[in-house]
């Protein structure tokens, strides 16, 4: 068609209306531009005839009611409106107007269909702004799949950039993510375009998309292409080891960079925590990690690698704040960070798995220094959870964040029978090892002041507060530290004979048979065995008697007044009389003879008795020296009135 004959047919049909002959205009205008005046070889499509014009002439408004039908008659083909054909009459997709328009809005096996929307306005009429009211190109007005997620596109009209559509808001590895748009070889839409595979970033290295993407079958083919590039990233709620770990578990090996060797931090020593072991507890994802209820859950997958630490209940147990640097673990409860120091290596390279730090005494000393007790026997206090040769009982009560102790003492040991009796037979250093050293509660937290200063509030001074009291307050039995009464027993036997006054002697202090103490933890006072020491000292140091199993031997104070010779049976509680020590046959010197002359003990010895039976100054009898109250005794003989001197 000439421009004459188009004049002359618009002019025909349109001259009487002002509206019409805008159009005319309009027509001419825009449209021979691209369509020509019918002077070249490719002006107009065959299709469009003077009929067509006919058709559309009657009216603008025929041009708005009908639209889909009308846009293929400028541009595509019966099936589609996109080119091929641009509106020059183009084919060939190297046209800037063609290009890959029929690549993004044909139906595709592997993507969801891109509509014009998303890349042009398309208009509800011919003459909509932004249609046809400028020259070719065609203005490009992105839609919100393109932009989806904040990509900004961009066109440079050669290359369609930072559109949603290819990558723009993925992580980074897609091969060609500014594609060139007249290149529709296949080479720019190949998987791995616009995304690496896997996905670069912090995107788990994993080669089964599958595991986490339902658009995809296992073979990599989609299942529904609608919901690949929609706008939404389409993930299924799949099972963690979807990204780390592998059918067995969910930590690593493998962990999200593919990585399997422990040497990687992101593997490290996870199966070492959580594999089933014989001797601790066994380790939970949450004692390290957040673990979260859903895939894009805050300290999930919202920063780069490597993961955040977390720590949990455990790892944080008695009140310690852990940290990692990014090589060892630190000030970990799970590691000895709470224990007394001693332990091989409480920072442990987290990349070290070869047992050097899991082996008893890493993480505490073998025993534990500081206040613990000197025991290398676990199974005195943690029998729950060792057994002999410290072999565990129960792995769940190893490092799970309570200290499992048990008292090792057997029922009703608060009981002073019990107990006291212990003490006695042991020595104090059994008990200050758990107790302390002044028994004030130590590493085991509980001091013998929480019951003892209820009855004494100085108990480590007061003797009767374990043994004696009950005849006397010297604290000689009875009462014995277990509770003895009966003196036939070596814990009573004549101690109250001994430290009271009788009606043949004072009171013996301790001393003599004792080393007394200045309080409970004195040396030599409790020292293991459950028996005194006995130590003579007596008045006349002279003298040393002996003890062995009850029997006192080579005493003074049971002699016959003229050597040490005297001997006693500790428990033998038949009273004693002036024979029981010496007998009229076997006393000094001239003691004999004398008896039998009518004299009586008191003529010699009146400062000590009154008759022969009668001891009346009490304080001079078995005192370490004899009393002659003769004048005229010189140590060797006298000349009384009674007879001339004499040598005893």
């Known amino acids: 068609m000439t421009k004459s004959q188009w004049e002359m047919v618009m002019a025909k049909r349109y001259l009487l209306s002002h509206r019409r002959f805008l159009f005319v205009v309009l027509v001419w205008t825009l449209c021979v531009p691209c369509c020509g005046d019918g002077t070249r070889e490719n002006d107009l499509s065959p299709e ?13 408004d025929a041009v708005s009611d009908a639209p889909a039908g009308l846009c293929s008659r400028c541009h595509g083909d019966a099936e589609t409106a996109a080119p091929p054909r641009d509106t ?9 107007a063609v290009g890959a328009h029929r690549s993004h809005l044909a139906p595709s096996d592997w993507h969801n269909t891109i509509t014009c929307e998303q890349c042009h306005r398309v208009p509800t009429d011919v003459l909509d702004v932004g249609h046809v009211d400028s020259r070719l190109p065609a203005e490009l007005t992105w839609g919100d799949l393109a932009s989806a997620q904040g990509a900004e596109p961009v066109w440079n009209g050669a290359t369609c950039e930072a559109t949603y559509c290819h990558g723009a808001t993925l992580q980074p590895g897609g091969q060609s993510t500014v594609p060139n748009w007249t290149a529709v070889d296949g080479s720019q839409s190949a998987c791995g375009s616009c995304h690496g595979i896997p996905p670069g970033g912090g995107h788990p290295i994993v080669s089964q998309c599958s595991a986490c993407h339902p658009g995809l079958d296992s073979n990599f083919e989609f299942v529904n292409p609608s919901l690949h590039i929609n706008g939404i990233l389409d993930i299924a709620p799949g099972d963690c080891n979807a990204c780390h770990g592998n059918a067995d578990s969910t930590a690593p090996p493998q962990d999200t960079a593919g990585n ?8 490290g020593a996870h199966r070492s925590h959580l594999g089933a072991a014989d001797w601790h507890r066994q380790v939970v994802c949450e004692d390290c990690h957040l673990v979260p209820e859903n895939l894009f859950d805050a300290g999930h997958i919202d920063t780069d ?19 990692f640097d990014g090589a060892r673990c630190y000030a970990v409860y799970c590691h000895g960070a709470t224990l007394l120091p001693g332990g091989s290596n409480s920072a442990p390279m987290w990349t070290t798995v070869d047992g050097t730090q899991a082996a008893c005494g890493s993480c505490h000393s073998l025993p534990p220094l500081g206040d613990h007790p000197a025991n290398a026997n676990c199974e005195a206090c943690h029998g729950a959870v060792v057994g002999a040769n410290n072999t565990f009982n129960d792995a769940s009560l190893h490092i799970d964040g309570v200290v499992e102790v048990t008292s090792g003492h057997p029922t009703d040991w608060a009981t002073p029978d019990q107990h006291g009796t212990s003490f006695d037979n042991n020595g104090p250093g059994a008990c200050t090892a758990c107790h302390g050293a002044a028994l004030d509660g130590g590493f085991s937290g509980v001091s013998c002041d929480s019951c003892h200063s209820a009855s004494s509030p100085n108990w480590t001074t007061d003797c009767t507060f374990c043994h004696g009291g009950s005849d006397n307050q010297t604290g000689a039995p009875p009462f014995g530290v277990s509770g003895e009464t009966a003196p036939t027993g070596l814990h009573v036997g004549a101690h109250s004979a001994h430290v009271e006054d009788t009606a043949m002697h004072k009171s013996f202090p301790c001393e003599a048979c004792h080393l007394t103490p200045t309080d409970v933890f004195s040396r030599s006072h409790i020292d293991g065995g459950g028996v005194a020491e006995v130590t003579f000292s007596e008045a006349d140091e002279t003298h040393e008697g002996v003890y062995v199993n009850g029997t006192c031997s080579r005493l003074y104070c049971h002699g016959n007044g003229r050597s040490d010779n ?6 033998d509680d038949s009273a004693l009389d002036c024979s029981s020590c010496h007998t009229i046959g076997n006393m000094s010197g001239q003691h004999f003879l004398h008896v039998q002359g009518g004299v009586g003990c008191a003529d010699c010895h009146a400062d000590t008795v009154s008759n022969n039976t009668t001891i009346s100054k009490l304080k001079n009898h078995i005192n370490g020296s004899i009393q002659v109250t003769v004048t005229t005794w010189d140590g060797q003989g006298c000349s ?8 005893w």
Not at 260 to 267: D, F, H, K, W
Not at 566 to 571: L, S
């Open 566 to 571: 005297g001997t006693a049976q500790w428990t």
């Open 640 to 647: 009384p009135a009674c007879h001339e001197s004499e040598i």
């Open 48 to 60: 469009v005839t003077t009929s067509d014009v006919n058709e559309v002439g009657p009216s603008l």
């Open 305 to 323: 690698r490597p993961a955040e630490l977390n720590f949990g209940a455990v790892a944080s147990a008695d009140g310690t704040v852990p940290g």
């Open 88 to 96: 020059a009459g183009h084919q060939e997709t190297t046209e800037r």
């Open 260 to 267: 399997t060797a422990t040497s990687a931090v992101g593997v």
